[in-house]
């Protein structure tokens, strides 16, 4: 059942793949996600943060990673990040019942780590509290 994930990615390791293999960007990163990190000085922190979004959003779906890049991150000025889902996960998402629109995930990163939280919500439905 779709619900909550979670990931960490530390930022050493990430900065540490980007300069040994520098064609990893674009394996898994969209053009529109690398441009994003790229206008940051320690763009290994975003990346970081958009890598571990992606993983979160598999781990809420309860599909795990099942396509590198089948999760896009979305940041436009002054509004929480969004995603795009496409390929194998929006396949696995519209098995499960859930839209796009349902994915809500918020990212936070420092210079060792960074974390990304997903949770999936369905728009129009109340959480009934004890």
């Known amino acids: 059942m779709p619900g909550i994930g979670v990931d960490v990615v530390d930022v050493e390791r990430m900065k540490f793949a980007l300069e040994r293999t520098p064609r990893i960007r674009r394996r898994l990163f969209t053009e529109e996600e690398i441009a994003y990190c790229e206008k940051f000085r320690f763009a290994e922190r975003h990346y970081a943060g958009r890598w571990a979004a992606k993983e979160a959003?598999?781990?809420?779906?309860?599909?795990?990673?099942?396509?590198?890049?089948?999760?896009?991150?979305?940041?436009?000025?002054?509004?929480?990040?969004?995603?795009?889902?496409?390929?194998?996960?929006?396949?696995?998402?519209?098995?499960?019942?859930?839209?796009?629109?349902?994915?809500?995930?918020?990212?936070?990163?420092?210079?060792?780590?960074?974390?990304a939280v997903c949770?999936?919500?369905?728009?129009?439905?109340?959480?009934?509290l004890p």
């Open 57 to 115: 959003v598999t781990k809420a779906l309860g599909c795990g990673l099942i396509q590198w890049n089948g999760v896009e991150v979305l940041r436009q000025r002054r509004r929480p990040p969004t995603v795009r889902i496409f390929g194998k996960i929006q396949k696995f998402a519209d098995m499960v019942g859930v839209r796009q629109e349902d994915l809500f995930i918020s990212i936070t990163h420092s210079e060792l780590s960074a974390v």
């Open 119 to 128: 949770v999936v919500r369905k728009e129009g439905v109340e959480a009934h």
